[in-house]
């Protein structure tokens, strides 16, 4: 009988359990909200409907309270006011400058020390509307209580240091009143770089943007500004004890007050009953309050009743069989940007959809598509040209011009959808922007290049740590290999076909039982001994750690997080048990990486007495962090759910991600001694900052030929969100890639910055030598070209370190002007310097390849041929061992053409400089160089700088290279030792110099270096290629 009972039992939890984890099909729309089946998305995207747009009197700014901090004249703050709701919210606005060309502008629900920040003196409507918003508080016990919780402001992402350093005052505030125009408060100051930056604030908060004079921006130009301000629920409000009596002075006085007043307020009433009927229903009663020596008192108030806006899944709200509690009501902000003189508008990572964002309403305000969604989720074998929500996702968005790039940036970790709408004329660009909570935290960038756009973008929020070298070469996954045989054997087969690959890596079945931190003993009894016959051959190996812990009372690291007290917690009533839900292992618990203690106790985890088995070459990999939970609503967490705080997960959900990929890249740091040793650490979830803590991947895509097309617009986008290292699964994730699919796949792959092939438990082994003669061998020289050019990408991501520029780049990036290339997705440029057009259709043997800056003098040579093309439209040469691969003139870029099995046996390898010169028989390019691995080039200066400039002498046929040391001089005694100790330590040279482009017959080639000697060069030219052996 128990026997037969336990069998029942656990057919019975089989059942349950496949009924909760996620299909292998399609994506199940059902599965997911759209913004009607969202109540604050309904809500917000009604304001911006074609009936519905004239608001620009909603909410009203005290323009005399606005003034400079008297400590920190950067800072300008005043009050709003809302103007036509009976709420009557009363706002606080700060607007900050910054040297970078960057503006913050912050609104927020009034702090209890607001009468101390503000200056009030000059203004009485400010000074009546601060009152009567302190009366409210002081007459009812649950507003008092409803105002006592903050909102969420988000945590961990900016760069709070470096910003403080980079704050510049406002070198003129000036107010307009009266006159025929509304009044206007002007703010202006200059940039770094002498821009002149201009704000524009007038009495119905429309906020203008001018750079150098030039409108660029505006916020509230279409009056959607909404903003739901805290409140008790109704049942709260109803419960109320009664107020305290007033002194019968008072009463007396208020009451005489009341009949004075009667006749105007019945001419009020008169003109609200003929404002339109829906704005009616969204006032259910007049806002009254009485004014004497301009303060303004509180009468008995039903601003906090039931409106259309709280009974619309305000408080609760159901998907599915789910319910959304909400005890803290509504908390949304939306507001309306426009760019000025713009046709694309770019960011809002990650979609799977077109670089430059499509509209998602027209003109006059009909839905064309459902907005923009940014909540992470994990969506299985996601559909193309799709606004849902995927994986990550980061807040920014840039609106490119010609002449100028504008980027805003809402730091809000909510929930957030983005509606896009071309102007009438098409000459502008509308956007609505969407939050569940928090607060209007944006940053408006006023940049005069792409570059310079993400360069203050990611000077907000960090720029991408230079990973350690082996990171960046091939990877190869699968879920999962089987055993330590099974892994002997891949790693074997790969030396065996002479292809070259750094990390293996396994997925979930490695563990015991989902039990992360533990290995199968049967299948992987000795994983110390796989990592070190990996790490013979120079090659890593990376295991994933999810954030759901098996509910198990005999699993230690349960065990321990059960003890700490660091899981996310059920919800927010007293002593709430840890939340639990499904994911692989069953039963589960999410640790609560928004707690710097979680934080810590998970990095200490890595531990290699914790982490027993791991060893310094072993690395992480971050999966199901959105958090996925396949029982959950949307299969994710509840948002009632809380961490530290007492936040809930709706106001942070976006942020979970990014934090647990921040406590594991740490605990990778903490695990060796002196904490020298870079991390890696790989992420399916993210947010804006990750690109601190390392790289990300599109998750879950399909073996087809559109899902590979899809990579670059999705990477090009997620790289403009200051996350340089990514990339997409190569051959898919999902079904059997046929062999001239994965062969397109790996050579589009070599050039993108994260270069993995996996695959789904299900599909057949794909290995780049299964499918026999001749696949295996143009499989390897696909993967080879990565190493062709490894150095030039690690050079490429020291300066996405120093810069915040991605190492893959849009062609706008590097040719803003050229209009014809501003919506161009399906090729792409490495650095500056390598333009790249994957081959993205079955069957082609060409394909369409546009060559920027052609008109103006740009040269571009096919790096296979050698030979320059000519554009801008070219049909490229595109057979099935090679992807369109182009050099622009004027550039040098160091390749190691050694074939080796990994990075690290490559480490000392020569180099080839292949240099292609422009027009005047010049080029230039640098070379970075450092141990690959530990924080040595951060710490002690361990680093090198090379700069390598071809020229030629007018009037002689004499081509003149100059090798020069461009390390940086400054810095410490130990940093400059560092810098000596490092140089001397380096065993590459240059063993061959092969020059392209050069129009005049060259007679001699001069080495000169930097001491000012002078060395003739050997040179051979064939074919127009000049080749310089053992220079």
């Known amino acids: 009988m128990r026997q037969t009972a336990f069998i029942e039992v656990a057919l019975a939890l089989l059942v349950l359990f496949a009924a909760w984890a996620p299909s292998t099909e399609a994506v199940d729309r059902n599965k997911f909200k759209t913004c009607d089946r969202s109540g604050f998305c309904r809500r917000q995207r009604a304001l911006g409907s074609s009936d519905a747009q004239a608001l620009p009197t909603a909410y009203r700014v005290h323009l005399r309270s606005m003034r400079q901090d008297v400590t920190d004249s950067s800072l300008v703050r005043g009050l709003i006011e809302e ?11 700060e607007v900050r400058a910054y040297a970078d060309n960057v503006v913050r502008v912050t609104v927020d629900e009034l702090p209890n020390d607001a009468a101390a920040l503000l200056h009030l ?16 508080a002081a007459d009812h016990e649950a507003v008092r209580e409803a105002r006592s919780r903050p909102r969420y402001r988000v945590q961990e992402v900016l760069q709070e240091e470096a910003m403080a350093s980079r704050r510049v005052p406002f070198e003129s505030v000036q107010l307009r009143e009266g006159g025929a125009l509304p009044s206007l408060l002007t703010l202006q100051y200059r940039g770094a770089d002498g821009q002149r930056n201009r704000v524009e604030i007038d009495e119905h908060l429309q906020v203008r943007f001018l750079a150098d004079d030039q409108p660029v921006l505006t916020a509230n130009q279409r009056g959607l500004f909404s903003f739901e301000h805290r409140r008790p629920s109704p049942a709260r409000f109803d419960q109320e004890p009664q107020q305290t009596q007033q002194p019968q002075a008072e009463q007396d006085e208020q009451r005489q007050d009341e009949q004075d007043e009667q006749q105007q307020d019945e001419q009020d009433e ?3 009953d003929e404002q339109d009927e829906q704005q009616k229903q969204d006032k259910p009663a007049e806002r009254e309050t009485e004014q004497e020596g301009g303060v303004a008192k509180s009468k008995v108030s039903s601003r906090y009743r039931v409106s259309d806006v709280e009974s619309d899944g305000a408080w609760e709200e159901s998907f599915g069989n789910h319910k959304d509690e909400k005890p803290y009501g509504p908390n ?5 940007l426009t760019f000025h003189g713009v046709q694309h508008v770019y960011g809002l990572p990650e979609h799977a959809d077109s670089l430059a964002l499509r509209d998602t309403r027209s003109a006059g305000g009909a839905h064309l598509l459902e907005p923009y969604r940014l909540f992470n989720l994990d969506v299985f074998e996601f559909e193309l040209e799709e606004t849902m929500a995927l994986y990550g996702h980061v807040p920014v968005m840039y609106g490119h011009r010609g002449d100028r790039t504008t980027g805003v940036f809402w730091l809000n970790a909510a929930e957030m959808w983005v509606d896009v709408a071309s102007s009438e004329d098409r000459q502008h660009k509308h956007t609505h922007w969407m939050a569940e909570s928090g607060v209007l935290d944006l940053f408006v960038m006023l940049a005069a290049s792409p570059r310079a756009a993400v360069a203050s973008y990611t000077g907000l929020t960090g720029t991408q740590a230079l990973p350690p070298k082996f990171a960046i070469a091939y990877h190869q996954c699968r879920w999962n290999y089987r055993d330590e045989a099974d892994v002997s054997a891949v790693h074997a087969g790969f030396d065996q076909h002479d292809i070259p690959f750094d990390v293996l890596w396994l997925d979930i079945e490695h563990t015991d039982g989902k039990r992360y931190f533990t290995w199968d003993q049967r299948n992987f009894a000795t994983p110390k001994r796989m990592q ?27 065990q321990r997080a059960e003890e700490a007290g660091v899981y996310v917690l059920r919800d927010g009533q007293p002593n709430a048990p840890a939340y639990d839900g499904w994911c692989w292992p069953g039963s589960s618990s999410w640790v609560d990486y928004v707690s710097a203690t979680a934080r810590q106790w998970w990095a200490d985890q890595f531990a290699y007495d914790r982490y027993q088995g791991s060893t310094p070459s072993l690395f992480t990999w971050n999966d199901m962090n959105e958090p996925s939970v396949f029982n959950g609503p949307e299969t994710t967490i509840v948002k009632h759910a809380v961490h530290a705080g007492g936040w809930e997960n709706r106001d942070l959900h976006n942020l979970y991600g990014m934090l647990m990929q921040r406590a594991t890249a740490e605990g990778q740091v903490q695990r060796n001694e002196g904490h020298t040793e870079r991390p890696f650490v790989l992420s399916r979830a993210f947010f804006a900052g990750t690109q601190r803590h390392g790289a990300i991947w599109t998750g879950d895509n399909a073996a087809r030929w559109d899902h590979m097309g899809s990579a670059s617009p999705m990477l090009l986008s997620v790289g403009l969100g200051g996350i340089g290292f990514c990339g997409a699964d190569v051959g898919g994730f999902f079904g059997d890639p046929q062999p001239e699919l994965l062969l397109r796949w790996y050579q589009a792959g070599a050039f993108q910055p994260f270069f993995r092939a996996h695959g789904h438990l299900d599909t057949k082994r794909r290995e780049p030598w299964l499918f026999g003669e ?3 061998t143009r499989f390897r020289e696909a993967i080879r070209q990565r190493y062709v050019y490894l150095q030039h990408w690690y050079t490429l991501f020291r300066e996405a370190e120093l810069t915040g520029a991605p190492p893959m780049r849009p062609l706008f990036f590097e040719f803003p002007r050229e209009q014809a290339i501003f919506a161009l997705d399906d090729q792409y440029l490495v650095g500056a310097d390598l333009l790249v057009a994957p081959v993205t259709s079955a069957g082609a043997t060409s394909r369409q390849v546009y060559l920027p800056g052609v008109a103006d003098g740009t040269r571009w040579f096919d790096v296979h041929t050698l030979r320059e093309v000519r554009g801008p439209q070219l049909l490229a040469d595109a057979p099935l061992d090679r992807t ?16 080796r099995r990994s990075s690290e046996q490559m480490a000392n390898d020569p180099f080839t400089l292949q240099i292609c010169v422009d027009r005047s028989g010049a080029a230039a390019g640098e070379l970075y160089l450092d141990d690959g691995h530990s924080f040595a080039y951060q710490r002690s200066g361990a680093f090198a700088q090379r700069r390598f400039e071809l020229s030629t002498e007018s009037g002689r046929n004499v081509a003149i290279l100059r090798n020069l040391d461009v390390t940086p001089l400054a810095g410490t005694d130990a940093e400059k030792q560092g810098r000596q100790l490092f140089a001397a330590s380096v065993r590459n040279h240059v063993e061959r110099i092969r020059v392209l482009g050069l129009e005049k017959r060259v007679e001699k080639v001069q080495l000169t270096l930097e001491e000012g000697s002078t060395h003739q060069l050997q040179f051979s030219l064939n074919d127009g290629v000049l080749l310089i052996r053992k220079p």
């Open 83 to 93: 103007s036509n709701d009976a709420h009557g919210a009363v706002l606080l606005l």
């Open 121 to 136: 003196e000059d203004d009485h409507a400010a000074q009546a509307a601060l009152q009567r918003w302190e009366a409210d």
């Open 270 to 272: 008169q003109q609200q």
């Open 332 to 336: 949304a902000i939306g507001l309306d």
């Open 532 to 558: 070190e016959e990996l790490w013979a051959t120079g090659r890593r190996m990376v295991t994933i750690v999810d954030p759901h812990i098996k509910r198990d009372s005999g699993y230690a690291v349960h």
């Open 774 to 776: 001749p696949w295996t």
């Open 884 to 899: 369109p691969v182009f050099q622009r003139g004027g550039s040098v870029i160091a390749r190691q053409e050694r074939a």
